[in-house]
């Protein structure tokens, strides 16, 4: 079965940091795209950050540019998300998605992991 | 940066109806659109991709349609599992931007 699947969602300061893995299972991973999306509390979906299958480019919204950090390591099929310098409003359910066969649409999701950051 | 903005926010409608969300990119992006269905407390799910291919399993009664700057996602009979809320996203060139989201209510 394909799937993605979120850990290391958790409570955190503002300021601190944390680490987003998504391990991704039934698919040849190294070939698809795999991107962040979150969503804050009753609000809309936020796309956060994408990486080639590759590794080789990576792409971040304005709103965590320079904060978060994407990674993939294709020999153990996860995709990570480091957050650096967390403020109240990355508090959101961060979903981890892959990339269409032949579209840059997100047609696999996970259950998404949750991160709240409050003093 | 790329802004979709949906139309209407929030839409009521009986079983049955045609309903029809619009999306509108804020620079011209071919066809490189995205529709998605979040039913409440569930995972979103991919709808239509390239503007108007329909993922696979999704049933025909969903159809999308535009290109450049304006984009449609019309629902030709609604059914109660369509109640939920709708975004479109544009996938054209980083970042790929959504739509702020359509609820679609029982009316």
């Known amino acids: 079965e394909v799937q993605v699947l979120e850990s290391g969602g958790d409570l955190v300061q503002p300021g601190g940091s944390l680490r987003l893995s998504c391990a991704a299972s039934g698919f040849t991973f190294s070939n698809y795209a795999m991107y962040w999306v979150r969503q804050a509390p009753g609000k809309g979906l936020e796309w956060v950050s994408g990486?080639?299958?590759?590794?080789?480019?990576?792409y971040f919204a304005d709103s965590v540019k320079g904060r978060f950090t994407i990674s993939r390591d294709n020999s153990k099929n996860i995709v990570s998300l480091q957050m650096n310098s967390l403020r109240g409003e990355d508090t959101a359910l961060y979903y981890c998605a892959r990339s269409g066969t032949y579209t840059n649409a997100l047609d696999i999701w996970g259950q998404g992991t949750m991160v709240t950051v409050s003093s | 940066d790329i802004q979709m903005t949906q139309s209407p926010s929030s839409l009521s409608a009986s079983v049955g109806d045609r309903v029809t969300i619009t999306c509108r990119a804020s620079q011209g992006i071919s066809t490189y659109l995205a529709w998605y269905q979040q039913r409440p407390g569930k995972v979103p799910k991919l709808l239509i991709y390239?503007?108007?291919t329909l993922q696979s399993g999704v049933p025909s009664r969903f159809s999308g349609g535009g290109s450049g700057t304006d984009f449609t996602l019309t629902i030709s009979s609604l059914q109660p599992e369509d109640f939920a809320t709708y975004y479109c996203?544009?996938?054209?060139?980083?970042?790929?931007?959504f739509g702020q989201g359509t609820k679609l209510e029982i009316k």
């Open positions: 996203q544009n996938y054209n060139s980083a970042p790929h931007t």
């Open positions: 990486i080639s299958g590759s590794g080789g480019k990576t």
């Open positions: 390239g503007a108007s």
